[in-house]
């Protein structure tokens, strides 16, 4: 008979291989959105296309898919405390959507990624608010790190060109003076992290299961697109003429990417890996897929790029992120803990009311 020590054992080996095709899930969702911004970048920057019109274009056909999948007029009706913030929430994604799209044309889509991560200083914030002496101190300390992370990255410590831990010879100077940023040229994406974890967490705290926060999530899109509607005519409208769609040539692969892979898809992989992995999108798990997704795209968009000095970035960068969220993950592991001894007494409860 099977004693009961022996069922921890089995409980804590059997997840790790239950959550192994969720795991490669995740890897090829995220590879498949590193993919397509690399896609977009390489359009926006050889066409000089209008990054807000075209961001535009992408979510009506994405929102449209949303609504048809999700439904959310179907089922339990949705309450004015879940549909409100949803909507406001789209106003925060439509603003995300157009800073981040601004900064990966100016800073590229390594730096333009990277940056995404610093939705992690809204760790910073609560802990601040509602941590301790001890945890304030530590979330400080995970601020400066990614700071110091981020002013490397605007040095360009990835790039072959200005890294101090490459001997590539150095490219032209008119190359030079394009690809040359500084910590300024930074604040778009950075911005557009924050609103990106800001939007993560409206939509966390509004829908308390799963299938509801689909739902919300279709209303959520379908408002940013209303709300991106109006700029986008002005950009159009007001904008250069070198991006009128006579000199632009358009890109089927840039644009369907973009909206199966950069905003479909990728919603679904990351619920996923939240809900069954217990993996944020602003942790140093997600970062260290994501640097590897980004490694492989440098290489095979034949980037400047230095290796050497991305993963030290990528490791400054991950030290802060661990240390801005280490409120949230000491909860997260209290929370699992607990559920893990509910469950261990109930197994006890059972088995001792078996006959032996």
Same mark, same amino acid.
């Given at each position: 008979?099977?004693?009961?020590?022996? #069922?921890?054992?089995?409980?804590?080996?059997? =997840?790790?291989?239950?959550?192994?095709?969720?795991?490669?899930?995740?890897?090829?969702? /995220?590879?498949?959105? #590193?993919?397509?911004?690399?896609?977009?970048?390489?359009?926006?920057?050889? $066409?000089?296309?209008?990054?807000?019109?075209?961001?535009?274009?992408?979510? #009506? =056909?994405?929102?449209?898919?949303?609504?048809?999948?999700?439904? =959310?007029?179907?089922?339990?009706?949705?309450? /004015?405390?879940?549909?409100?913030?949803? *909507? *406001? /929430?789209? !106003?925060?994604?439509?603003?995300?959507? @157009?800073?981040?799209?601004?900064?990966?044309?100016?800073?590229?889509?390594?730096?333009?990624?990277?940056?995404?991560?610093?939705?992690?200083?809204?760790? @910073?914030?609560?802990?601040?608010?509602?941590?301790?002496? !001890?945890?304030?101190?530590?979330?400080?300390?995970?601020?400066?790190?990614?700071?110091?992370?981020?002013?490397?990255?605007?040095?360009?410590?990835?790039?072959?060109?200005?890294? =101090?831990?490459?001997?590539?010879?150095?490219?032209?100077?008119?190359?030079?003076?394009?690809?040359?940023?500084?910590?300024?040229?930074?604040?778009?994406?950075?911005?557009?992290?924050?609103?990106?974890?800001?939007?993560?967490?409206?939509?966390?705290?509004?829908?308390?299961?799963?299938?509801?926060?689909?739902?919300?999530?279709?209303?959520?899109?379908?408002?940013?697109?209303?709300?991106?509607?109006?700029?986008?005519?002005?950009?159009?409208?007001?904008?250069?003429?070198?991006?009128?769609?006579?000199?632009?040539?358009?890109?089927?692969?840039?644009?369907?990417? $973009?909206?199966?892979?950069?905003?479909?898809?990728?919603?679904?992989?990351?619920?996923?890996?939240?809900?069954?992995?217990?993996?944020?999108?602003?942790?140093?798990?997600?970062?260290?897929?994501?640097?590897?997704?980004?490694? @492989?795209?440098?290489?095979?968009? /034949?980037?400047?790029?230095? %290796?050497?000095?991305?993963?030290?970035?990528? %490791?400054?960068?991950?030290?802060?992120?661990?240390?801005?969220?280490?409120?949230?993950?000491?909860?997260?592991?209290?929370?699992?803990?607990?559920?893990?001894?509910?469950? &261990?007494? !109930?197994?006890? #409860?059972? &088995?001792?009311?078996?006959? $032996?």
């Amino acid at each position: 008979m099977m004693s009961p020590r022996q #069922i921890p054992e089995d409980r804590g080996s059997s =997840p790790h291989f239950r959550h192994t095709p969720l795991q490669i899930i995740h890897i090829i969702g /995220n590879f498949l959105r #590193i993919w397509s911004i690399y896609s977009l970048y390489r359009y926006l920057s050889e $066409t000089g296309a209008s990054v807000v019109l075209f961001l535009f274009t992408c979510l #009506i =056909p994405a929102s449209i898919l949303f609504l048809i999948l999700q439904k =959310p007029w179907k089922g339990r009706p949705l309450s /004015n405390t879940q549909v409100v913030p949803s *909507i *406001i /929430n789209g !106003g925060i994604t439509a603003l995300y959507f @157009v800073l981040w799209g601004k900064g990966l044309k100016s800073c590229g889509p390594l730096r333009a990624i990277l940056a995404e991560y610093s939705g992690a200083v809204l760790g @910073v914030l609560s802990g601040v608010l509602y941590g301790r002496k !001890g945890h304030i101190w530590k979330k400080v300390g995970g601020l400066i790190a990614m700071v110091a992370s981020f002013y490397f990255l605007s040095q360009g410590w990835a790039m072959a060109s200005y890294s =101090p831990f490459s001997f590539k010879d150095s490219l032209d100077d008119e190359v030079q003076t394009e690809q040359l940023l500084g910590i300024k040229e930074m604040v778009l994406p950075i911005f557009a992290g924050i609103l990106s974890a800001l939007r993560r967490v409206i939509a966390r705290r509004v829908s308390l299961k799963n299938q509801l926060k689909r739902r919300l999530n279709a209303i959520t899109i379908a408002s940013a697109t209303c709300f991106l509607f109006p700029v986008a005519m002005w950009d159009m409208i007001i904008g250069s003429p070198s991006s009128t769609s006579d000199k632009v040539p358009f890109s089927t692969w840039a644009f369907l990417s $973009t909206i199966l892979f950069g905003v479909i898809l990728i919603f679904y992989v990351d619920s996923i890996a939240e809900e069954r992995l217990h993996m944020v999108f602003s942790s140093p798990r997600h970062l260290m897929v994501a640097g590897g997704c980004i490694i @492989v795209m440098e290489i095979v968009y /034949n980037m400047d790029f230095s %290796l050497p000095g991305f993963l030290i970035c990528c %490791l400054i960068l991950g030290f802060g992120i661990y240390e801005a969220t280490s409120l949230e993950r000491g909860r997260k592991d209290s929370f699992q803990t607990s559920d893990l001894s509910n469950g &261990m007494l !109930g197994d006890e #409860i059972q &088995m001792s009311s078996l006959p $032996t």
